[in-house]
Structure formats: structure tokens, C-alpha cells
């Protein structure tokens, strides 16, 4: 008896909710569909009248008829309702609030792989490995005995959607340099007038690297006493979505930057943090990333663009940033069929490119040659940040949208339904069927496979997680793999490899090392099949190059203004791009 009276309370609840929601669905609907109702309650009406006309002639059976009718006219609005509210009734068997609590318990207590559990698709935590560093260590366990939460209010739920106020205490990171910094100063004088000269100072009359290490070391110590004093409180409000049958967190920007101490490269601090406390005693080069889970990079600066039409300025380039550049041998050369004497670049500490257009073996193309300090600034941007979405954008506005420094255009994903998908790790979509993929890991490495080599989803995983892929290229083919030109002739599933088309390619020259092509009709000159496309980036010293969607897609924008000469001159719109970015932070910590 009980359980009966059980069933009729829920079945009770679910009524009275589901009016409530329908009513209120009503009052808020729009024009359409309060035309579509509208529309129903007169069907309704006219059937109504017609069947009481055949009842009262005894055409038909009015009660079986009345049945009929309504339970068509139910099913009609309910339908109607359905498009305009969704869900109407929803009680899920946990709340938000104690997912939040199980969530923040488990991050805070240094469980990653537990709270990663909590997590929507596609959002990563930022984690830091232990024994890597002992002064990483200590920066490392301040800030988690600086985490502390509280669930501010109520819960805010709309069907299976759900808003937790939480207030987070963390330790601000850069607010400890300037206590590191006035520490220093008493211990390097004391260590100065204790110790011998030789123990402190090289041949060179310089700090030893090994002395300043240690009074580094302590006055990081002594620093950290005060860290409560940098303590910090916040109010964020972590979403929540209820997939399949579990709620699913999203922290959000806020409190993922909570999360690294408010420090945009919170894995990068301790080396970054000596290098400014030390600056001007011993030179520690800065080291600047990006967090995986940017959706938007760091601004470029404005004033570290540029423009010219003499060859020697973009040499000189690569001259003033030797640094980033290295001993790699360039692309650029000063010499060549250029057209337009339109020589683009970029330059800052985190990356440098330069552009230029040529004829070259009779195709026009557009060169951007890329360097950058770390692999995170390479990067995809997918429309609205979401994999499958159906909104479309051109490539300047996803470039714009990044942040990019410079972009180009990706493999089109949302056109087709063949390919591999891997985005910020995490596999969308397995149907390879005989396509060559480009993986793109952490260090900014392109990566490939080949048809058939990736068996099933679980083995594309295993290879993502075994190779650390941020992301995966499905368009291809391969054009030169591991220095060695590819024969890319005879038949492939995308892009007329035997035909002349516009192209679009990119491929590594070596680490952190670029070289971006599209290449155009104009001057006079075609497109290209994909063996002549293969044969220039090879020609041009790539090691590995990957070919990208062509035709009107191929397309490359620099300061979210196009560059090449895109076919039709329009610019067509595409689900996603890939882009490199400037990995110096804003808010000037420049």
C-alpha cells in the first residue's frame, strides 16, 4: 500500500510541476509558437463543432470520437510545448551543489584524476607533477593549503542546466615576488660579508650560479611565511550540465585561474619568478605558455606588427631575434619572384613571423614563415568553441575571435562526416575510414597516421593519450613525413589530389619551427595538384607537411585581415582554424 501511495506522489508532483512549467512556458513563448497553439485551439474548435454535427446526425459515435480528437490535440500541443520549453519535468537523483562540494573536495586535496571525473568533455584541469623541482614543489604546496570554498547560495536550476554560487579562497602567486624580492636583498649582502670571495664570485667578477641559487632558495622560504598575507577571495559560479544520468562541471575561466594562483602560466612561475627576482644578478630567461584551456590567447601588441616592401628589413628580423630563432635554417632568403612587395611580420619575445608572396615553379603563394618559444602557441579554434557546432564563421573572425597572431584555415571538419576529430584532447569523432591524419602534440609537433593504422576508438585514445595530441587534422594527404616527399599521386578519399585546385598546407621545419602556404590563382599562374603542392613544401625544407582543405577554404589572415588571394575573393565560412598566438600575458605582466 505504501509504495502505491509512493507512485501516486510522484506521479502527483510530475503533473503539478509539469502544469506549472507548461503555464509558465506559455506566458514566455514566442510569436511562432503561440501562432502554432493558436492554431491547434482552432483546428480544435472546428473539429469540435463538425463531430457534435455528425453526433447529433448519428454519423459517428461522439464519445469515441471526443477521445480521439483531444488526445490528437494533446499530442499536437505537447509537441508544440516540447520545441518551445524542453524539458519539463526533471528530478535527477544527485544535486548540484553536493557534485560542486565532491568536485572542490578532491581538487583541493590533490586528487586530479578524481575530480577530473566531475568534469564536462573538454575542460582540463591544470595539474602540476610533483619532484620535477623543489622550488616548484614548495610555490606548489603554498597554493594548495591556500584553497579553501564555500557554497554562497542557493542552487539556480533550469531543467538540466544548473548555476552553484561558491565563494574560493587561493593564494595570489605574483603578489609573493615582491616579498622574495625584499627578502634577497639582506641575505645576498650577509652572504657577501660572510663568505670568501671566490665562493661567491666567478672568474668574471660575476655571482656564482650555485651561490644565488641558495639565497634564492631561502629567500624563497622566508617569503612563504607570508603567504596568508596574499590570500584572496573570490565569487564564482560554476556551471553545471546533467549528462548522462551524472552532473558535469564546468569551473569556468575565473576559478581555473583560481586554480593556477591567478597566474596565466601557472606551470612556468617558479622559473619565471626567479627570473624576475633575480634580474640584473643573473640572467634566467622568462618561459611563457598558454593554458590548454584558453579558448582566447593573449592579445598580439599592436606595435610588434609590421609592413614593408624591402627585403632587408624582414632579414634584419631574424637577426634581432636570434634567440628565438636559433640555429634553424630559414625559409626566408631575401631572394625571389615576389609579388606586391607585400612583406608582412610579427615580432615579440614569443614569436616572430614573416609573410611574402612569390611565384614559385609557376604557382602564386603565400609564405608565412612561424617561430615560437613553446608548443602551446600553436593552436585550433573551433566556431563557438564547441565541437559540432552549427554556426559558421570566415577565418578573420575565428582569427579575431583567438586572438591569432596568425591563422590559416583548418580541414573544415563540419563539411564532411569522414575524419577524426581529437580537440583539447578529447576524441568527438572515429570515422578514419581511409584518410591520413596530422596529430598536433603539446610540444607543437605535427604527428601523423595512416589509413587503417588507427583499428578503433579505443586504439586512437590509447594514441592520443601515449602521444600527448592537443589536437587532430583529418583533410590530408601527408606531404613529406620525417624529411622524406611523399608519392601522393593516384587516388584519395578529400580534395581532387589529381587536379588543379587552390592549396592549402602546413608543415615543421624543426622545433617550434613553421612554415605556412596557400597558394592561389593569380598572375597569370593556376592552382596545383597535390604532388606539386608535396614537391614546394618539400622544396622549401619542411620535414613534415600536411595538406589542409583547398578551393575557396584555403585561406590565411594575419591582424584578422586576409592575406592571400582567396578564391572568388570572398571569404568562405568554415567551422575552424589554426592559428599561432603570442604567449605574453595581458594585464600588464608584459
Request: hydrophobic share 40%; proline share 3%; with cysteine.
Amino acid at each position: 500500500m505504501v509504495k502505491y501511495l509512493v507512485m501516486f506522489d510522484v506521479f502527483l508532483y510530475v503533473c503539478k510541476t509539469g502544469m506549472a512549467n507548461i503555464i509558465r512556458t506559455l506566458r514566455e513563448m514566442d510569436y511562432l509558437h503561440l501562432l502554432l497553439v493558436c492554431l491547434i485551439v482552432g483546428v480544435f474548435l472546428a473539429m469540435l463543432i463538425r463531430f457534435f454535427r455528425y453526433a447529433f446526425e448519428k454519423r459517428v459515435r461522439i464519445v469515441w470520437a471526443l477521445m480521439a480528437m483531444m488526445c490528437a490535440g494533446v499530442a499536437l500541443f505537447m509537441c508544440v510545448i516540447a520545441s518551445a520549453a524542453g524539458t519539463l519535468v526533471f528530478e535527477p537523483d544527485s544535486k548540484p551543489e553536493d557534485v560542486v562540494r565532491v568536485f572542490l573536495d578532491s581538487y583541493i586535496q590533490g586528487n586530479i584524476e578524481e575530480a577530473k571525473t566531475y568534469l564536462a568533455p573538454g575542460i582540463v584541469l591544470p595539474e602540476t607533477a610533483e619532484g620535477e623541482d623543489e622550488l616548484k614543489d614548495r610555490f606548489h604546496e603554498a597554493l594548495l593549503n591556500s584553497y579553501s570554498y564555500e557554497i554562497t547560495g542557493e542552487t539556480d536550476m533550469q531543467d538540466t542546466h544548473a548555476v552553484v554560487p561558491v565563494s574560493f579562497t587561493y593564494l595570489d602567486m605574483q603578489a609573493l615576488i615582491p616579498d622574495i624580492s625584499e627578502e634577497l636583498t639582506p641575505l645576498l649582502e650577509y652572504g657577501v660579508e660572510n663568505r670568501g670571495r671566490n665562493e661567491v664570485f666567478d672568474e668574471e667578477k660575476n655571482y656564482r650560479h650555485e651561490f644565488l641559487d641558495e639565497i634564492y632558495t631561502m629567500s624563497v622560504d622566508t617569503g612563504l611565511m607570508k603567504a596568508e598575507e596574499h590570500y584572496v577571495t573570490e565569487e564564482y559560479q560554476i556551471e553545471l550540465d546533467y549528462l548522462d544520468g551524472e552532473w558535469k562541471t564546468y569551473p569556468g575561466a575565473g576559478l581555473m585561474n583560481a586554480f593556477r594562483g591567478g597566474v596565466r602560466a601557472g606551470e612556468d612561475f617558479a622559473n619565471n619568478a626567479k627570473s624576475e627576482v633575480l634580474a640584473g644578478l643573473a640572467y634566467i630567461p622568462k618561459i611563457y605558455t598558454i593554458a590548454e584551456d584558453a579558448t582566447v590567447a593573449p592579445a598580439p601588441i599592436r606595435e610588434a606588427y609590421g609592413q614593408t616592401d624591402d627585403p632587408a628589413v624582414i632579414s634584419a628580423l631574424f637577426d634581432e631575434y636570434s634567440e628565438l630563432v636559433g640555429d634553424e635554417k630559414r625559409v626566408w632568403s631575401g631572394e625571389g619572384d615576389f609579388k606586391g612587395g607585400d612583406f608582412r611580420y610579427y615580432a615579440d619575445e614569443t614569436i616572430l613571423f614573416v609573410s611574402w608572396k612569390e611565384i614559385y615553379e609557376n604557382h602564386y603563394c603565400a609564405f608565412a614563415e612561424v617561430f615560437v618559444a613553446d608548443g602551446s602557441q600553436f593552436r585550433r579554434k573551433l566556431a563557438e568553441d564547441t565541437y559540432g557546432s552549427a554556426i559558421q564563421k570566415s577565418a578573420s573572425q575565428l582569427a579575431n575571435e583567438a586572438n591569432a597572431v596568425i591563422a590559416m584555415n583548418g580541414d573544415y571538419y563540419k563539411f564532411r562526416t569522414e575524419g577524426v576529430t581529437v580537440y583539447n584532447r578529447e576524441l568527438y569523432r572515429f570515422k578514419p575510414y581511409k584518410l591520413e591524419l596530422c596529430h598536433v602534440d603539446s610540444n607543437g609537433d605535427l604527428k601523423f597516421t595512416y589509413a587503417g593504422e588507427l583499428e578503433d576508438e579505443d586504439m586512437a585514445r590509447k594514441y592520443v593519450s601515449d602521444n600527448d595530441v592537443l589536437f587532430t587534422l583529418a583533410f590530408g594527404p601527408v606531404l613529406v613525413a620525417d624529411g622524406v616527399k611523399r608519392e601522393t599521386g593516384g587516388t584519395y578519399l578529400l580534395g581532387q589530389v589529381n587536379e588543379n585546385y587552390s592549396r592549402s598546407a602546413i608543415g615543421q621545419l624543426g622545433e617550434h619551427h613553421y612554415l605556412m602556404m596557400n597558394l592561389n590563382y593569380g598572375y597569370n599562374t593556376g592552382g596545383a595538384t597535390i604532388s606539386e603542392t608535396a614537391n614546394i613544401m618539400y622544396d622549401k625544407g619542411c620535414r613534415q607537411a600536411y595538406a589542409l582543405d583547398g578551393g575557396q577554404t584555403a585561406e590565411m589572415v594575419i591582424d584578422n585581415k586576409v592575406y592571400n588571394a582567396i578564391d572568388y575573393g570572398n571569404e568562405r565560412m568554415v567551422s575552424d582554424i589554426i592559428y599561432f598566438a603570442t604567449a605574453l600575458p595581458e594585464d600588464g605582466e608584459r
